[in-house]
C-alpha cells in the first residue's frame, strides 16, 4: 500500500477542483481527503495500491479542465488505513 501527501498549486480553488478529486479517486480506486488551503493550493492525502497512488498523482498534475496547475509537491506518507475519500 502506497500513501502520498500531494499539493498542488495554481488555479486550482472555485474551479471544482475537490469534486473532481473526489470522482477522480472514486474511478481510480484509492482513499484520502482533499480540501482547500489558506494559501490557495489544495492538498489531498491519497491511500491505495501503488499503481492508483501513482495514477491519481498523475490525475493531479492536470486536474479538472478548469483548473490551471502550475507546480503538484509529492511527499511519501505513513499509510492510515483510510476507508473512504472524503471532501473537506
Avoid: C, Y
Wanted: aromatic share 4%.
Amino acid at each position: 500500500m502506497a500513501s502520498k501527501h500531494i499539493v498542488v498549486q495554481g488555479r486550482v480553488q472555485g474551479v471544482n477542483f475537490r469534486s473532481a478529486a473526489a470522482d477522480a479517486a472514486g474511478d481510480i480506486g484509492v482513499a484520502g481527503w482533499v480540501r482547500n488551503r489558506d494559501d490557495g493550493n489544495v492538498e489531498m492525502l491519497v491511500e491505495g495500491d501503488d499503481d492508483a497512488v501513482d495514477r491519481m498523482v498523475e490525475w493531479a498534475r492536470r486536474g479538472p479542465s478548469s483548473a490551471e496547475v502550475t507546480g503538484v509537491d509529492v511527499t511519501d506518507t505513513e499509510p492510515q488505513g483510510l476507508g473512504s475519500f472524503e471532501q473537506a
